[in-house]
């Protein structure tokens, strides 16, 4: 009778603590369980669970470790299908894609009316994190095929598309995925991007407004909720008598926020005063551009702010819908964004020393800067790729690499040749200074393309295989900067095609470069 009691009252330490991790209380759950492992230290189900509350608690190696544990001693599908989701949350996506196939072959062997749709789509979201879009593909295909009604397959087959450069393709699966599920907020968002790449601006907009559903933070799986307000959202509508003060928040990179900055003045044209949530690195550059020029823009800290001080509010990325913009009519009222003089001057002394003084000066940046992005790793190009055009002798190289990783920073033993003071940089202001002295500035898909083209400068961006939606697709100039030049990717992955044609054109214009470098100089 003893040890019947002993057991039911481990069932019910093992029932509430399941109940409690249910009900989202991790440190309940743990003590619970944790006095169920003295009785069952082997117990498969045990160790999951243990597993399963280590990850909530954001112990993610630990995790692993436990359901490993917990696959050693009792094989099951579920379990490998949330090993492989810690193994997601750890970057080991290799790892994460073998844990779930593995989780898949045992399915069909041994629990063959398993619903397996989460499996497929953890094995899809470790090989598109992996960078391996046509294996991504053929999985979302097989889902489809088990799973014809599930929105999810449908969307992810979009995703696989768009990183393989078929932009139609991609639209018709994210419309079948909003057919099957018209709230499947993710399938929205990625169609924004889509037709916003296809250059279908006023279809794109209203899906675009889904994005937050695709913003990825830190180690975090994708999605945050949008800022809530207590004030009024402006989407582009008359307002009435007196309602004429309106926030607006910056959201994402700095380069989106350089990009799309240029809206603020648009804005005063509407409102009587505009209030504008600015990042801290960009405020000197911004107050340098902006304030002298327009009082009624006000630059506020992100926290704290008093929202009833004003009567509307506007995400910065939501203004080009509410101006109604297309591609025929963006404002590229250029230059939008000014460095300082007397910090432009400071850097122009510098950069007066380099000699010869005919060579142009060009800047270059080979790196994005959110190393947890997997984006990052396919807009940025390793020092071996670009050490042919670092090499190049009719240019004096200035770097403007801010390295916030060590595989980003520059070995000056290697390139003693690329001048860099990046370490004199505070922030935009300093960057755009820097800027202001440079005759062309090279760069990969990062803030500072954004910024030099917004100074009017000469930038060649440096655009990976199927990029980012605002570049549109098949362009060689952009909308949004004129004077602007494009050198995408021709096949995925390989930059150094990209660096080649990028060498022949600086060949083609030196004597241009060096008789204007001249002309600066008298």
């Known amino acids: 009778v003893a040890v019947e009691s002993n057991l039911e009252d481990i069932q019910l330490c093992y029932d509430k603590a399941i109940e409690a991790y249910n009900a989202g209380q991790p440190e309940l759950a743990l003590r619970l369980v944790e006095d169920v492992l003295k009785e069952y ?292 009222n250029l230059p939008y964004l000014h460095a300082d003089r007397r910090r432009s001057r400071k850097w122009s002394s510098k950069v007066a020393t380099l000699l010869p003084g005919t060579l142009p000066r060009i800047g270059v940046v080979w790196a994005g800067g959110h190393l947890a992005m997997p984006e990052d790793r396919r807009r940025s190009i390793n020092l071996e790729t670009m050490a042919p055009l670092l090499a190049w002798p009719g240019a004096h190289w200035i770097s403007l690499q801010k390295a916030e990783d060590i595989s980003k920073a520059l070995p000056h033993e290697k390139y003693p040749h690329v001048v860099d003071w990046m370490h004199e940089v505070r922030d935009f202001a300093d960057t755009a200074a820097l800027i202001d002295t440079l005759d062309l500035v090279i760069s990969v898909d990062t803030a500072v393309a954004h910024l030099a083209a917004a100074m009017g400068k000469r930038v060649w961006l440096l655009n990976r295989y199927s990029g980012c939606w605002r570049w549109l697709r098949n362009r060689e100039d952009s909308p949004w900067y004129p004077g602007m030049r494009i050198f995408t990717q021709t096949t995925r992955g390989n930059w150094s095609e990209v660096i080649e044609r990028v060498l022949s054109e600086l060949e083609f214009n030196a004597t241009a470069f060096s008789a204007e470098r001249a002309h600066r100089r008298d």
């Open 41 to 332: 230290p082997s117990s498969g189900d045990v160790l999951h669970l243990r597993g399963l509350i280590a990850l909530s608690l954001n112990d993610v190696e630990e995790a692993e470790d436990w359901f490993t544990r917990a696959i050693d001693v009792s094989p099951d599908a579920t379990f490998y299908n949330s090993l492989s989701v810690t193994q997601v949350r750890l970057n080991a996506f290799p790892q994460a894609a073998a844990s779930a196939r593995s989780g898949l072959a045992f399915a069909e062997d041994h629990q063959p009316d398993l619903d397996t749709s989460k499996l497929l789509y953890n094995l899809f979201m470790a090989l598109d994190l992996d960078d391996k879009p046509e294996d991504a593909r053929d999985i979302c295909r097989r889902m489809i095929e088990r799973y014809p009604a599930r929105p999810d397959a449908h969307s992810n087959l979009g995703v696989s598309f768009y990183q393989l450069g078929k932009i139609d393709l991609a639209i018709n699966a994210y419309r079948q995925a909003i057919k099957l599920n018209p709230n499947h907020l993710v399938a929205h968002a990625n169609l924004g991007y889509a037709l916003l790449c296809a250059g279908d601006y006023g279809e794109a907009w209203p899906h675009f407004e889904h994005r937050w559903a695709t913003i990825r933070e830190g180690d975090s799986p994708s999605g945050i909720k949008p800022p809530a307000i207590s004030i009024r959202r402006w989407l582009g509508q008359a307002l009435p008598p007196g309602e004429n003060r309106l926030l607006v928040f910056a959201e994402q990179g700095f380069g989106d926020t350089l990009q799309f900055c240029r809206y603020l003045e648009m804005a005063l044209g509407h409102f009587t005063a505009v209030g504008f949530i600015c990042p801290k690195p960009l405020r000197r550059l911004l107050t340098d551009s902006f304030c002298s020029r327009w009082p009624n823009l006000t630059l506020l800290e992100d926290k704290p702010f008093n929202a009833l001080r004003w009567d509307w509010y506007c995400p910065l990325l939501s203004m080009p819908m509410a101006f109604g913009t297309r591609v025929d009519n963006i404002p590229v």
